[in-house]
């Protein structure tokens, strides 16, 4: 879906107009921003104010939540591994006893082949986590770096609007 033009936004967000945007729908109209053309975004930026500032304190807010959430995956991966290789030591020390019987050898065998298995999926999941998570922040800095482009792009517009108006 691609925004071209502000009447669109507003409908989009539920608003009569730009201008008319409330600071409540900021996250909304934030959220919005990657599908507006470059025009747009400029005239947008221009019309609502504090919207700039909201919108990097978001980046900001977002590139915090991300190294939080991957520094609590990371300890979370590393508990779950050490918690798998003491299973696995578990079961290895009880299959190396003298003496134990076929149907036991065979139980211990299945459980450290599905103890592996499960490694294995956990293991998957959290590189896909990993790699939604890169997603999410490569966008998040995308849209982070062209916001000063867009800022000084706005203030030459007010400047050629101050000297015009002269």
């Not at 590393?78 to 139980?107: M, N, P, T, V, W």
Request: proline share 3%; hydrophobic share 45%; glycine share 4%.
């Amino acid at each position: 879906m691609a925004i071209s033009s502000g009447d669109e936004l507003a409908e989009t967000v539920g608003e009569s107009s730009v201008e008319s945007i409330p600071e409540s729908k900021y996250p909304d109209v934030v959220a919005l921003i990657p599908e507006m053309s470059d025009e747009l975004r400029a005239e947008l930026f221009e019309l609502v104010p504090g919207l700039l500032q909201f919108s990097l304190d978001a980046m900001k807010a977002t590139e915090e939540t991300l190294k939080t959430t991957l520094a609590a995956n990371a300890q979370d991966q590393a508990e779950l591994s050490a918690s798998f290789s003491e299973l696995q030591a578990i079961a290895k020390g009880r299959l190396d006893r003298d003496g134990i019987s076929e149907e036991h050898e065979r139980f211990l065998f299945e459980y450290l082949m599905k103890l592996q298995d499960t490694r294995v999926e956990s293991s998957r999941e959290n590189k896909q986590f990993i790699a939604n998570e890169a997603a999410a922040a490569r966008r998040a800095k995308m849209f982070q770096s062209s916001l000063p482009v867009l800022e000084m792009a706005i203030m030459a517009g007010a400047r050629i609007m101050l000297t015009r108006g002269r």
